[in-house]
Nanobody
Framework: QVQLQESGPGLVKPSQSLSLTCTVS??????????WSWIRQPPGKGLEWIGD???????AYSPSLKSRTSISRDTSKNQFTLQLSSVTPEDTAVYYC????????????WGQGTQVTVSS
């Protein structure tokens, strides 16, 4: 059973960087051909894909967030990390990490989500 768990600060000040980590258990993040994504849901809005890192370590980002986003991984800890720079209150959301079978596949495992609020 694969489990994903998000961790990170719940409150970030405007203009600062947001950093979240997803710890994966029950399966390696290097196994062919899985993709590991970050997804968020702002209050009252739908899900928004932020980006992903695949089993090879290759990353892809949403065009609207690409300039502020970086996703990396630590294979020794079986973790992948999201960094979002220059945050504004519009980045307030519940942030999820999730796994899919390939780049366009459905997500089969999700973390429980973590609330991040951007406020001074």
């Amino acid at each position: 059973q694969v489990q994903l768990q998000e961790s990170g600060p719940g409150l970030v000040k405007p203009s600062q960087s947001l950093s979240l980590t997803c710890t994966v258990s029950g399966g390696s993040i290097t196994i062919n051909y899985y993709y590991w994504s970050w997804i968020r849901q702002p209050p009252g809005k739908g899900l928004e894909w932020i980006g992903d890192i695949d089993y090879r370590g290759t990353t892809a980002y949403s065009p609207s967030l690409k300039s502020r986003t970086s996703i990396s991984r630590d294979t020794s800890k079986n973790q992948f990390t999201l960094q979002l720079s220059s945050v504004t209150p519009e980045d307030t959301a519940v942030y999820y990490c999730a796994r899919s079978r390939d780049a366009l596949g459905e997500y089969d495992y999700w973390g429980q989500g973590t609330q991040v609020t951007v406020s001074s």
